[in-house]
Each structure stands twice: as C-alpha cells, then as structure tokens.
Nanobody, 114 residues
Framework: QVQLAESGGGLVQPGGSLRLSCAASRSIFRLYNMGWYRQAPGKQRDLVASITSGGSTNYADSVKGRFTISRDNAKNTLYLQMNSLKPEDTAVYYC????????WGQGTQVTVSS
C-alpha cells in the first residue's frame, strides 16, 4: 500500500497563496489517479482537484482558476498550488487516490483569515 503524508498548510490572509505537498512512500504512486480533498468543520469531505496517472487535471468549480494540482512522479510527490485564497477555502486538506481508498491520513490544516 502506498503511504501518503500531507504538508504545507498554514495560516494565510485572504488573497494569499500556499503550496501543499503530498509525499508518497512508493514509486508505484505514478500509476495512481490522485486527488486533493478538503473537509471543513461540519461539512463532508469533498474532492477539489484531481490528476490522472497521465497528468490530466480536473477541478471543482469552487477552486477552478485558483488552484493547480500537479505531480512529480520522480519524487513520488503530489502538489496543490493554491492562489487567491478565500476564507471559504479553510479546511483540512488531504491527498488520496481518486476515487479514494478510505485510508485517510491526518491531512494539513489550511486557514484563510484576516
């Protein structure tokens, strides 16, 4: 099983940027379709961005044009570049295969507040 560890979250002001990273434990990571998910308090966990093993991307309407998902298979790492952050982006962000396999890690907290 590929183990995943998220990092890069933090506190930023509205309009700011963050880059999240997800480090995978095995090179077989390159064969997975992957996604970034987020969960705000009291809400379900939603897929916000996805990328196929071949590099094709899709985004939730709420983040389209602001977030960019990418992967570096040589480093077994998934990224989420988040720009023009809004308070409604505040959530714990997780990486997982797409569709998810149910094995969720701790995620990384993103807080957007003035």
């Amino acid at each position: 099983q590929v183990q995943l560890a998220e990092s890069g979250g933090g506190l930023v002001q509205p309009g700011g940027s963050l880059r999240l990273s997800c480090a995978a434990s095995r090179s077989i990571f390159r064969l997975y379709n992957m996604g970034w998910y987020r969960q705000a308090p009291g809400k379900q966990r939603d897929l916000v961005a996805s990328i196929t093993s071949g590099g094709s991307t899709n985004y939730a309407d709420s983040v389209k044009g602001r977030f960019t998902i990418s992967r570096d298979n040589a480093k077994n790492t998934l990224y989420l570049q988040m720009n023009s952050l809004k308070p409604e982006d505040t959530a714990v962000y997780y990486c997982n295969p797409n569709p998810p396999n149910g094995n969720w890690g701790q995620g990384t907290q993103v807080t957007v507040s003035s």
